[in-house]
């Protein structure tokens, strides 16, 4: 099953909070798992990504932590800030297919 | 670069009519993909093109969804005959042969009344 979950489904952080967003998924197949972030009214738009052979990356404000044997990674945002207020989607692909979590509507309050 | 670029971006259309979704791919990415995002099924993927042939159309939710790839700057989605299950938001994204990136379109948004 290509599955991926993702929660939890809303998260609400002050100004300067850590939000933390899990996933978990099945297939062991899958080589690379991206992030995508996603304002109302516009498409999903790249983020961060990681391949499993990678246990952590950092870009900017925005980690991805990577745990193979659990099948399951993280999104962390350091010193968040009320302009990351959107929905956030983890995907894992079996290239070139993307398979999407949930999401999680971060919001980030002043 | 325009980006990927979808018409049009808001479709209001009636039960049974026909409805034909556009997409026009960034330049040069020969990859094309369609999803459909509900808060019911969050982002599904309906079909995906490799240089204009379809190679999975497995998403694809029943025989009144139909798309094709003309050439390589261009796709449509067609909805034949549209039913009010069919609202949601359909995102079209390209991808550059030997890259994981897909880029989305801003989408269009179907509301059948």
């Known amino acids: 099953q290509q599955q991926v979950k993702q929660s939890p489904q809303s998260l609400i952080v002050q100004k300067g909070g850590i939000p933390i967003i899990n996933c978990a998924y099945e297939?062991?197949?899958?080589?690379?798992f991206p992030w995508y972030q996603q304002f109302p009214g516009k498409g999903p738009a790249l983020l961060i990504a990681?391949?499993?052979?990678?246990s952590e990356k950092k870009e900017g404000r925005f980690t991805i932590s990577f745990n193979k044997s659990a099948k399951q990674f993280s999104l962390h945002i350091m010193d968040s800030q009320p302009g990351d207020s959107a929905t956030y989607f983890c995907?894992?692909?079996?290239?070139?297919?993307?398979?999407f979590g949930e999401g999680t509507q971060l919001t980030v309050n002043p | 670069d325009a980006g990927v670029i979808q018409s049009p971006r808001h479709e209001v259309t009636e039960m049974g009519q026909e409805v034909t979704l556009r997409c026009k791919p960034i330049?040069?990415?020969?990859?094309l993909f369609w999803y459909r995002q509900t808060m019911m099924r969050g982002l599904e993927l309906l079909i995906y093109?490799?240089?204009?042939?379809?190679?999975?159309d497995s998403g694809m939710p029943e025989d009144r969804f139909s798309a094709k790839m003309p050439n390589a700057s261009f796709s449509t989605l067609k909805i034949q005959p549209s039913e009010p299950r069919d609202s949601a938001v359909y995102f079209c994204?390209?991808?550059?042969?030997?890259?994981?990136?897909?880029?989305f379109g801003a989408g269009t948004r179907l509301s059948v009344l």
């Open positions: 994204a390209s991808r550059l042969a030997g890259e994981n990136i897909q880029y």
């Open positions: 297939n062991t197949a899958f080589d690379y």
């Open positions: 990681i391949r499993p052979d990678v």
């Open positions: 995907a894992a692909s079996f290239t070139p297919r993307l398979t």
């Open positions: 330049s040069g990415h020969n990859s």
């Open positions: 093109f490799n240089n204009n042939v379809p190679i999975d």
